[in-house]
């Protein structure tokens, strides 16, 4: 399998890109089921949306799912991804918030709440567009290095680095949760199309050991190689490629070396 790479000057094409790829999906299905990540990198094609939204893009039949979520918050502190979600994407777009299905982050017996999750996701019909981030540890969703790739919904430790990269997005609490729950990597494998948003100088490495290093459970970004439909999108300095001629490049990754691991 491939990666789909597609690299642009800055974030601001990124997000348009990203904006694209979810407008065709709702075209093409207007009732379909689009993943929604966190973390800073897609927050600007949210608000992108919000203005597609406005000028009639019909986004009232679309199902939206959460990818991953903190575990130990109180539901209603806006530092949960569910509410940072809410506010961010739901209801700037005029949506209704019975469109998103939530994760908890106080459910009681988290094994529980996972299972549900999965039959949730497949009582939807799947997901037909998944909207990624990358963290600087090459994790996707909370699944950090290491995640087997057969993982499903679950409960996980956060890896230091993740907790550090990000304290700074929290407005409310004073520390970043330990635990969270995600969707495993064959949870996010299962949806038909992925999109990967990427920016920045400090996504440059995972995304360089992605594209041409192996495919690991060390590197939990690199299993969307298995993937048919995955498309990584960049800007320059995510991409740190000296043939980089902008303002867009469209090419196909080479194929990674497959591992016997993950
Ligand atoms: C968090 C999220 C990930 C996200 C990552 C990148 O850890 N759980 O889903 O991809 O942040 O965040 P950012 O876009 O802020 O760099």
């Known amino acids: 399998m491939t990666i789909n790479l597609y690299v642009t000057d800055h974030h601001g094409l990124v997000a348009e890109a990203l904006v694209a790829r979810v407008r065709d999906a709702i075209l093409t299905k207007p009732d379909a089921v689009i993943g929604l990540a966190t973390g800073r990198t897609p927050m600007l094609a949210y608000q992108l949306l919000g203005q597609e939204a406005r000028a009639g893009l019909d986004l009232t039949r679309a199902r939206f ?17 569910a509410n940072v979600l809410r506010e961010n994407f739901i209801r700037p777009l005029g949506l209704d918030d019975e469109q998103m299905l939530t994760l908890r982050t106080d459910a009681a017996d988290v094994v529980a709440e996972a299972a549900e999750y999965e039959q949730s996701l497949n009582a939807l019909g799947g997901v037909d567009l998944q909207i990624l981030g990358v963290g600087r540890n090459g994790h996707i969703g909370f699944n950090e290095p290491g995640s087997p ?73 690199s299993a969307l190689h298995r993937h048919p439909q995955c498309e990584l999108i960049i800007d320059r300095a995510a991409s740190n490629d000296p043939d980089f001629s902008g303002p867009i490049m469209r090419r196909t990754s080479a194929h990674a070396p497959v591992s016997a691991r993950g």
Not at 66 to 78: A, R, V
């Open 65 to 81: 799912v959460m990818l991953d979520e903190y575990l130990g918050l109180d539901p209603s502190s806006p530092d949960s991804y």
């Open 149 to 221: 790739f057969d993982s499903c919904t679950r409960r996980v430790r956060l890896a230091d680095m993740t907790r550090l990269d990000n304290a700074p997005t929290l407005v409310y609490e004073t520390a970043v949760p330990e635990h969270a729950i995600t969707q495993g990597i064959a949870t996010i494998l299962r949806a038909r199309r992925i999109a990967v948003v990427a920016t920045g100088a400090s996504k440059a490495t995972a995304i360089a050991r992605c594209l041409t290093g192996e495919v690991s459970s060390d590197l939990p970004i």
